[in-house]
């Protein structure tokens, strides 16, 4: 007969040294892993303006927030404390034409933030920063009005998202530096 | 008193261990994908500000970084304020626009995330949003830690 000679020994290949060898793989990505989260403030850049003028904005519609150098936060040339600035915008964008002096709709209310060459970064950022606290309790007021759920908590790209970013858009427009 | 005799279990003592490097493999899998080898050396000092309303960059393949901040010389002495990005020191500022706008080329979705040492003047982050409305990378992120 053909047949063949079989070794005794059994056919399957050692796995008990299977773990060992994940574990240290295992070990030597979880040294290496830096599960860093990339957080920040979001912000889109106004492109390079054509010839074309842009087109007018109201007076009242526009709040002006300038940061000087010394890090003194200006607000239609008033000074104002860094920590004012939310409540002052809250009232601003959500004024609805009740106030003169203020924006019409959030809808065409407008920040402008200028800033000089000499200004600390960080006073920036935490002025940024009120700007966008600002906003964020706004939708969140609006979402808990509407859906009874906060803003944070609704799906991204829903149309209850979409519905309050319509209601509170954020227009921030960062001023053209001046030259010298 | 028999009645009081403990029960012995008649099972074996020993917890079968033959599903362990699968639970390790998915861990092994997990950290795997989640890692991030660090790609860039950095050149320049930076420490973040504080924020409180920062919002996640969820794609990270859409990011492109560009660090601000004091340069590095050796020991702990720093230089003045110098962009990096990617591994190189960036001499012009006006180069930064023809290399992001390489850059977009390739992600047209790009955001660039600025990670800017806390205590530098805006001067230098002017200039660079300028080069980066030039090059048309509009979508930028201010790096920030979070706020405690």
């Given at each position: 007969m053909l047949n063949k000679k079989r070794g005794?020994?059994?056919?399957?290949?050692?796995?008990?040294?299977l773990a060992d060898i994940a574990f240290l793989l295992l070990i030597f990505f979880l040294v290496v892993t830096t599960i860093d989260v990339d957080t920040g403030i979001g912000l889109v850049l106004p492109p390079i303006p054509d010839d074309v003028e842009p087109p007018p904005v109201r007076e009242r519609n526009l709040m002006n927030i300038l940061v000087n150098a010394q890090g003194m936060v200006l607000i239609n040339e008033q000074p104002a404390a860094v920590a004012s600035v939310r409540e002052r915008l809250k009232e601003f964008i959500d004024n609805n034409g009740a106030d003169?002096?203020?924006?019409?709709?959030p809808n065409d209310a407008i920040v402008s933030i200028k800033t000089d060459r000499r200004t600390p970064y960080n006073i920036y950022i935490d002025m940024l920063d009120e700007v966008m606290g600002a906003y964020a309790e706004l939708r969140y007021s609006a979402s808990m009005d509407r859906f009874?759920?906060?803003?944070?908590s609704l799906e991204d790209n829903s149309v209850e998202q979409d519905e309050i970013q319509e209601m509170y858009?954020?227009?921030?427009s960062i001023a053209e530096p001046d030259e010298g | 008193m028999s009645k009081f005799k403990k029960k012995q279990a008649n099972t074996s003592q020993s917890v079968p261990t033959s599903a362990m490097p699968d639970v390790v493999f998915m861990l092994l899998i997990f950290f795997m994908v989640t890692t991030v080898l660090r790609e860039v050396e950095l050149q320049v000092q930076i420490d973040y500000a504080d924020a409180e309303n920062i919002e996640k960059i969820e794609q990270k393949r859409l990011v492109s970084y560009i660090y601000i901040g004091p340069e590095r010389l050796g020991g702990n002495r720093v230089g003045e304020t110098k962009v990096q990005i990617d591994d190189a020191l960036v001499?012009?500022?006006?180069a930064i626009r023809n290399i992001m706008y390489d850059k977009l080329v390739e992600q047209p979705r790009l955001i660039v995330s600025l990670r800017v040492d806390?205590?530098?003047?805006?001067g230098i982050i002017t200039d660079v949003q300028q080069e980066l409305r030039h090059a048309g990378t509009l979508r930028i992120n201010y790096s920030t830690r979070r706020e405690i």
């Open positions: 005794r020994e059994s056919a399957e290949i050692n796995g008990s040294s003169p002096n203020m924006s019409e709709s009874g759920v906060p803003y944070s858009p954020k227009k921030i | 001499a012009d500022v006006n806390e205590d530098s003047e805006f």
